[in-house]
């Protein structure tokens, strides 16, 4: 049962471009939402969280957008270079002693071309 | 600081072996825990220790084990291999000062496990 719905599957987008990818979610237990880069060979990385709180957290070129409302979290990664072509993971954590994981969406496969 | 290292890298295995998979966390990090990557499922929680006891654990059958040890470093076991297990298996550590799996996980490169 996949509780975290990511899409697209994969994108292609331009250097200097912004790159969207985005989350749904169906249970309102979750209640943080980290994204994850890995690169071919590697393991994960986190790259930036946000707490339902909050409608909106930056770092540097990358933006978690939150609406709770809607059940739906977006990365959005500004002026998007060849070196964040990764595969990117968004997911969700319900902190819940003895029955807490993290459940991960299904990938986006970024591709940022020239 | 070194990050996670996981032994061994690469691993074939033929269906109905068993296999042991090690994961060193960072120094100082006392929560470990395990996913299991593939094409098809994507990434999925296998189970997490903490002070050498399994404080959660996913949806997989008993044929998937881990424990820690008092230095903090985790083994993962699969017993009777099915072709289906093939997959890249991560561990990750976190300090979990927090009390929760909010702490930043650390991921190793994988283990890419073969079973033929």
């Known amino acids: 049962q996949q509780q975290v719905k990511q899409s697209p599957q994969s994108l292609i987008v331009q250097k200097g471009g912004i790159s969207i990818i985005n989350c749904a979610y169906e249970?309102?237990?979750?209640?943080?939402f980290p994204w994850y880069q890995q690169f071919p060979g590697k393991g994960p990385a986190l790259l930036i969280a946000?707490?339902?709180?909050?409608s909106e957290k930056k770092e540097g070129r990358f933006t978690i957008s939150f609406n709770k409302s809607a059940k739906q979290f977006s990365l959005h990664i500004m002026d998007s270079q060849p070196g964040d072509s990764a595969t990117y993971f968004c997911a969700a954590l319900i902190p819940n002693f003895g029955n807490e994981k993290l459940t991960f969406g299904t990938g986006t496969r970024l591709t940022i071309i020239p | 600081k070194a990050g996670v290292t996981q032994t061994p890298r690469y691993l074939i295995k033929t269906r109905g072996q068993q296999v042991t998979l090690s994961c060193s966390p960072i120094?100082?990090?006392?929560?470990v825990s395990w996913y299991q990557q593939t094409p098809g499922q994507g990434l999925q929680f296998l189970f997490e220790?903490?002070?050498?006891?399994?404080?959660n654990k996913g949806n997989f059958p008993g044929r998937f084990s881990g424990r820690q040890f008092s230095n903090s470093r985790s083994e993962m076991n699969v017993s009777t291999l099915e072709l289906g297990d093939s997959a890249l298996y991560l561990c990750?550590?976190?300090?979990?000062?927090?009390?929760?799996?909010?702490?930043?996980?650390?991921f190793g490169p994988g283990t890419r496990l073969t079973v033929l």
């Open positions: 990750a550590s976190s300090l979990r000062t927090s009390g929760t799996l909010t702490d930043t996980q650390y």
């Open positions: 120094s100082g990090h006392r929560s």
């Open positions: 946000i707490r339902p709180d909050v």
């Open positions: 249970n309102t237990a979750f209640d943080y």
């Open positions: 220790y903490f002070s050498e006891t399994q404080r």
